[in-house]
């Protein structure tokens, strides 16, 4: 299997299934075997369509006067697949980008639609290859193509933090993100990850904020490097690691993560608290618990117990805990541009999480002990998830008041904060929201 057909392949199953693209796209690379350079090609290909899925769809849109909705999606994927090529990547020759797409379609089951292909491809590469957008006077419909991004999405941003961050929002989605890795300092300490890492060939940077956190540039698989077997590290983003930071667990309490598959905030929270105490790690899926577990395993904590529970039901059985982390199924608004595919979810499905996520916050909050801590997170951006949710339970649960985050998040937001939106406008950061508060 070739680059463009791996990446032809993995595209259309992330648009049958609705599958994560990061999942989708390691599970072709690991099972198929291929140069480092051609699968950094393949991932660079299919990563580029699905940011640009939008812009390279009016493209097609213009140029057959038809809406992608009535193509085929084999045929849709592999001219996104020529656009994107002729466009944004420049050492690609047209030649090989045009010939390319049309041998996808020939070996596919729609090779009658190879000349259709092949036509489509020529008459974009006459008009010079051009990215054309829509009018100036409908700033929604122009910034959803030039940004790739549904016009719901901005108007969302837009509401919450005015058009400006809403446009600077939507730039940040393009692009890959900064990979973070958590050192496990029950096992290694910063310098001896740094140094194993970076003879690996990898590149390496210390984070400048968050105590034992690196931002490393790798495309091949994290699994393969050195020490990840032992356990002296694992991924987890910059703001799941500050997430972890804000509940402030201490040394021999109890902690319930009541959302935690697959694992990261656990882990931090673990090492926090020098594997001394109890974590109880839930998730709603077996297959995730034991993601947990594994996880649990390979960084040798031992104060991490994986079961499976509904966060949105309360267990009697499970007794009271000193903090409590409700990281909430959201919409993922903040973490687009690790996973593309979330920006063309349906409106109406985002709509409905508000009401699961005050299920979850109300429920989480029965285990608070009195006088102790609970936090709420999402990686999202849209205040519908965040501040209104926090403010609705405020309202109805006079027993919690607002707390103030550790001094990390005073250095971070340059105030004393008890709720924090993280955005990759300020910092780099996922796009997160995190707060804390307290049961009096």
């Given at each position: 299997?070739?680059a463009?057909?791996?990446?032809?392949?993995?595209?259309?199953?992330?648009?049958?299934?609705?599958?994560?693209s990061?999942?989708t796209?390691?599970?072709?690379?690991?099972?198929?075997?291929?140069?480092?350079?051609?699968?950094?090609?393949?991932?660079?290909?299919?990563y580029?369509?699905?940011?640009r899925?939008?812009?390279?769809?009016y493209?097609?849109?213009?140029?057959?006067?038809k809406?992608v909705?009535?193509?085929?999606?084999?045929?849709?994927?592999?001219?996104e697949?020529?656009?994107?090529?002729l466009?944004?990547?420049?050492?690609?020759?047209?030649?090989?980008a045009?010939?390319?797409?049309?041998?996808?379609?020939k070996?596919?089951?729609?090779?009658?639609?190879?000349g259709?292909?092949?036509?489509v491809?020529?008459?974009?590469i006459?008009?010079?290859?051009?990215?054309?957008?829509?009018?100036?006077?409908?700033?929604?419909r122009?910034?959803?193509?030039?940004?790739?991004?549904?016009?719901?999405?901005?108007?969302?941003?837009?509401?919450?933090?005015g058009w400006?961050?809403?446009?600077?929002?939507a730039?940040?989605?393009?692009g890959?993100?900064?990979?973070?890795?958590r050192?496990?300092?029950?096992?290694?300490?910063?310098?001896q990850?740094?140094e194993?890492?970076?003879?690996?060939?990898?590149?390496?940077e210390v984070?400048?904020?968050?105590e034992?956190?690196?931002?490393?540039?790798?495309?091949?698989?994290?699994?393969?490097?050195s020490?990840?077997?032992?356990g002296?590290?694992?991924?987890?983003?910059?703001?799941?690691?500050?997430?972890a930071a804000?509940?402030?667990a201490k040394?021999g309490e109890?902690?319930?993560?009541?959302?935690?598959?697959?694992?990261?905030?656990?882990f931090?929270i673990?090492?926090?608290?020098?594997?001394?105490?109890?974590?109880?790690?839930?998730?709603?899926?077996?297959?995730?618990?034991?993601?947990?577990?594994q996880?649990?395993?390979?960084l040798g904590?031992?104060?991490i117990?994986?079961?499976?529970g509904?966060?949105?039901?309360?267990?009697?059985?499970?007794?009271?805990?000193?903090?409590?982390?409700?990281d909430?199924?959201?919409?993922g608004?903040?973490i687009?541009?690790?996973k593309?595919?979330i920006?063309?979810?349906?409106?109406a499905e985002?709509?409905?999480l508000?009401?699961i996520?005050?299920?979850?916050?109300a429920?989480?909050?029965r285990y608070?002990k009195?006088?102790?801590?609970?936090?709420?997170?999402?990686?999202?951006?849209?205040?519908?998830?965040n501040?209104r949710?926090?403010?609705?339970?405020?309202?109805?649960?006079p027993?919690?008041?607002?707390?103030?985050?550790?001094?990390?998040?005073t250095?971070?937001?340059?105030?004393?904060?008890?709720?924090i939106?993280?955005?990759?406008?300020?910092?780099?950061?996922?796009?997160f929201?995190?707060?804390r508060l307290k049961r009096?």
């Open positions: 299997m070739t463009r057909q791996l990446s032809y392949e993995a595209l259309l199953k992330t648009a049958r299934d609705g599958s994560y990061n999942l796209l390691d599970a072709f690379l690991k099972a198929t075997p291929m140069e480092p350079r051609e699968s950094q090609f393949a991932s660079r290909l299919f580029g369509v699905l940011e899925k939008l812009t390279l769809d493209q097609i849109q213009l140029l057959t006067k809406p909705q009535k193509l085929d999606l084999e045929v849709v994927v592999s001219l697949l020529g656009i994107y090529q466009s944004y990547m420049n050492g690609v020759p047209s030649s090989a045009v010939n390319e797409s049309v041998n996808l379609i070996k596919s089951r729609k090779k009658s639609a190879s259709f292909v092949n036509g491809l020529r008459n974009y006459r008009g010079g290859c051009r990215i054309v957008l829509p009018p100036l006077n409908d700033k929604y122009r910034a959803e193509v030039e940004y790739s991004i549904p016009a719901w999405i901005l108007q969302y941003w837009e509401r919450d933090y400006e961050t809403a446009v600077g929002l730039e940040t989605c393009m890959r993100p900064p990979l973070n890795l050192v496990n300092t029950r096992k290694a300490n910063v310098s990850v740094v194993m890492l970076k003879k690996d060939g990898v590149s390496v984070h400048p904020l968050i034992n956190c690196l931002t490393i540039e790798h495309s091949g698989s994290i699994s393969k490097l020490g990840f077997s032992e002296l590290f694992y991924v987890q983003d910059a703001s799941s690691q500050l997430c804000a509940l402030g040394e109890r902690v319930f993560d009541l959302c935690a598959a697959p694992g990261s905030k656990s931090t673990a090492q926090l608290m020098e594997d001394k105490g109890e974590i109880c790690s839930f998730d709603l899926y077996e297959h995730r618990v034991r993601l947990i577990e996880g649990t395993k390979r904590f031992s104060c117990h994986a079961k499976m509904d966060a949105s039901r309360f267990d009697e059985n499970l007794g009271d805990a000193d903090r409590v982390l409700c909430v199924p959201c919409s608004l903040g687009i541009r690790r593309p595919e920006k063309y979810k349906k409106q985002v709509d409905e508000p009401a996520q005050r299920e979850i916050l429920n989480g909050a608070v009195k006088g102790g801590v609970l936090v709420y997170s999402t990686c999202s951006l849209n205040k519908d998830e501040e949710v926090v403010e609705d339970f405020l309202q109805n649960h027993d919690f008041e607002r707390d103030e985050l550790p001094e990390i998040f250095k971070v937001a340059g105030k004393t904060v008890s709720y939106s993280l955005s990759p406008l300020v910092g780099n950061f996922d796009g929201f995190l707060a009096s």
